[in-house]
């Protein structure tokens, strides 16, 4: 690769252009016609392959993901969570961690709140206590810390206005959304298949929404600090990509012309592989970005307990966290 190309590369925060994961699912796509694709498992490495597990434990797993969501949704928009409207779905599960409600104008404030009740709906369809959720500023400024490279001054706060809320809102349901894109061909039962399908078109819709709130935004400042919407979302994606450990699967808003949508352009409204199709997650890649710690068996980050559910548990470090 050529000095200048580096240059770029580090400039968007993709820091690994090509893995042995990426190289050979884009090799499986021109081996075999698309309409056997769909009964094909890319021969990936171990850490980025799909696991063994049965529909429900899917469901439990993404429940983690709907449970965050709900949480900074509803505190962000109301400043009280779950608890407030549906408390029987935490099945006795802690409360979160430092979830307040942001300082939004009215029309952000309702684009959350709708969110909110959204996973609210979400979570009637998943079975597993709450987890021990941290939505904490203390926790987001960690993150973005993490995302920039160095200790930002003063630490990032997501309550404080409605960018740095919305930049945390970036941080959050796409993962959920590359979730059900690589659980979706794992699943055995159509009911499974159907209802995933339309958890997965409401978690894009709301993916799709905060992009595209950003994207107006993208030149601009995020105060204090001397960078801009873009350049935040840039450090975000290649944050996750980073502790995923599987190759470029996230994509902030101005991309290298070659991640662009037919290498055309360098805009990037919605995130998307060469082919324009949805990046796909397995448990263990959503694991090591949620908790923050690149290892699916050491939690923290949004889950400072660990997430739960077997498929969760069983990656565990620690024999004294896996019980439910």
Not at 246 to 270: H, Q, W
Request: hydrophobic share 35%; net charge negative.
């Amino acid at each position: 690769m050529q000095e200048g190309n580096k240059i770029l590369s580090n400039k968007f925060g993709y820091r690994k252009m090509a893995t042995p994961s990426t190289l050979c699912c884009a090799i499986l796509l021109f081996l075999f016609p698309l309409q056997f694709m769909a009964t094909t498992t890319p021969s990936c490495p171990g850490d980025c392959e799909p696991i063994d597990a049965d529909d429900n434990d899917r469901f439990h797993f993404a429940q983690n993901l709907e449970f965050l969501e709900a949480e900074f949704f509803l505190h962000g928009a109301l400043g009280k969570g779950l608890d407030a409207f549906e408390p029987e779905l935490a099945k006795g599960g802690p409360p979160p961690i430092g979830g307040r409600r942001a300082n939004l104008d009215y029309l952000t404030r309702r684009i959350i709140e709708e969110f909110g009740y959204q996973e609210i709906g979400h979570n009637r369809t998943g079975g597993i206590p709450r987890p021990l959720i941290d939505i904490s500023s203390q926790n987001f400024a960690k993150l973005f810390d993490k995302a920039a490279g160095y200790n930002l001054d003063p630490p990032f706060d997501p309550y404080e206005d409605p960018i740095k809320y919305m930049l945390a809102v970036y941080a959050i349901p796409y993962v959920g959304l590359n979730g059900y894109v690589g659980t979706t061909p794992c699943l055995k039962r159509f009911s499974s298949k159907q209802l995933v399908a339309g958890l997965l078109g409401v978690e894009a819709g709301q993916d799709a929404v905060t992009r595209e709130w950003l994207y107006k935004k993208g030149d601009e400042k995020v105060e204090p600090y001397d960078i801009t919407v873009v350049e935040f979302t840039n450090m975000i994606s290649g944050l996750r990509n980073e502790l995923g450990k599987c190759g470029i699967k996230d994509e902030g808003l101005i991309v290298p012309k070659e991640l662009g949508a037919e290498n055309r352009t360098t805009s990037n409204v919605l995130s998307a592989d060469p082919n324009s199709l949805s990046y796909p997650r397995t448990p263990q890649e959503i694991l090591r970005i949620v908790y923050s710690t690149g290892n699916e068996h050491r939690p923290g980050g949004f889950f400072p307990k660990g997430a739960n559910g077997r498929i969760a548990r069983e990656y565990l470090y620690n024999d004294q966290l896996r019980g439910l």
